[in-house]
């Protein structure tokens, strides 16, 4: 098969004398690559996902998701395109949209809420940078206050967005996207005693690749990272993978 073909050609080369070292790093991830996909379509596994129907799904995107525990909700953002090619982003709770007491003069969209319901951190593009992460806090009256940009060192001149806040409140995941080579990696921020948030730290090589990692997702356990990408081995394009965390701290290999 096809597969086997892949392999067997990935396996000829590398054996050329005089082969450059990131030629034969592409040979053995073509190789990998052909691997899995082979072992994936022999054994697929018994999965079979529910669309959630028209009354969350349309014409539209839909994309970005987080399910409220406490609140039996589900967040997500409906990208909706305009004849002018632009398209405008909004949030969707349980199928209806959110309406703010505020205007915001940009793009908004891939909102996180924290566990307490009383912070709410999202992406705003089209000022200034590009994108950024941003936050408001829900106040006494239940109303959310006027966003704020969330400032250095988490919004750069890079392209910031997708925050995902952790489960404690003390973490916040998000996409940095690099204005060298144009590929997203996944930051996380720890928030100090004072409120303020630290440097952003890249997750590093088991999560991240040479190509684009997307939509971080930390479950509530607190341990467990969902995440895409079209970086790692998997069946093309955009792939769903999981990384655990290690008793350094670290991740685990995605």
């Given at each position: 098969?096809?597969?086997d073909?892949?392999?067997?050609?990935?396996?000829w080369?590398?054996?050329?004398?005089g082969?450059?070292?990131?030629?034969?790093?592409?040979?053995?991830?073509?190789?990998?690559?052909?691997?899995?996909?082979k072992?994936?379509?022999?054994?697929?596994?018994?999965?079979?996902?529910?669309?959630?129907?028209?009354?969350?799904?349309?014409?539209?995107?839909?994309y970005?998701?987080?399910?409220?525990?406490?609140?039996?909700?589900?967040?997500?953002?409906?990208?909706?395109?305009?004849?002018?090619?632009?398209?405008?982003?909004?949030?969707?709770?349980?199928?209806?949209?959110?309406?703010f007491?505020w205007?915001?003069?940009?793009?908004?969209?891939?909102f996180?809420v924290?566990?307490?319901?009383?912070?709410?951190?999202?992406s705003?593009?089209?000022?200034d940078s590009?994108?950024?992460?941003?936050?408001?806090?829900?106040n006494?009256?239940?109303?959310?206050?006027?966003?704020?940009?969330?400032?250095?060192?988490?919004?750069?001149?890079?392209?910031?967005?997708?925050?995902?806040?952790?489960?404690d409140?003390k973490?916040?995941?998000?996409?940095r996207?690099?204005s060298?080579?144009?590929?997203?990696?996944?930051?996380?921020?720890?928030?100090n005693?004072?409120?303020?948030?630290?440097?952003?730290?890249?997750?590093?090589?088991?999560?991240?690749?040479?190509?684009?990692?997307?939509?971080?997702?930390?479950?509530?356990?607190m341990?467990?990272?969902?995440?895409?990408?079209?970086?790692?081995?998997g069946?093309?394009?955009?792939d769903?993978?999981?990384?655990?965390?290690?008793?350094?701290?670290?991740?685990?290999?995605?």
């Amino acid at each position: 098969n096809r597969f086997d073909e892949s392999m067997a050609l990935c396996g000829w080369f590398k054996s050329l004398e005089g082969q450059k070292l990131h030629l034969t790093e592409i040979a053995d991830n073509i190789y990998k690559t052909a691997s899995f996909r082979k072992n994936a379509v022999a054994l697929p596994l018994d999965f079979n996902p529910i669309n959630l129907g028209d009354s969350i799904n349309s014409e539209s995107d839909e994309y970005v998701n987080q399910y409220i525990l406490n609140g039996h909700k589900l967040l997500y953002t409906r990208s909706v395109a305009h004849i002018d090619g632009n398209r405008e982003e909004s949030l969707r709770v349980n199928s209806k949209p959110v309406e703010f007491d505020w205007d915001f003069p940009c793009n908004i969209g891939a909102f996180s809420v924290s566990s307490d319901g009383k912070e709410m951190y999202f992406s705003g593009c089209g000022i200034d940078s590009g994108c950024d992460i941003y936050v408001s806090f829900l106040n006494e009256k239940g109303k959310w206050s006027q966003p704020q940009n969330v400032g250095w060192p988490i919004s750069t001149s890079s392209w910031e967005s997708q925050p995902c806040l952790s489960y404690d409140g003390k973490e916040l995941y998000f996409v940095r996207r690099s204005s060298k080579i144009w590929t997203t990696d996944l930051y996380v921020s720890h928030r100090n005693d004072g409120g303020s948030w630290s440097a952003p730290t890249n997750l590093g090589g088991n999560v991240n690749t040479d190509k684009n990692e997307m939509a971080p997702f930390l479950h509530p356990d607190m341990q467990t990272l969902y995440f895409s990408s079209d970086g790692h081995v998997g069946m093309g394009g955009f792939d769903l993978f999981m990384s655990r965390r290690t008793a350094d701290g670290g991740w685990s290999k995605a």
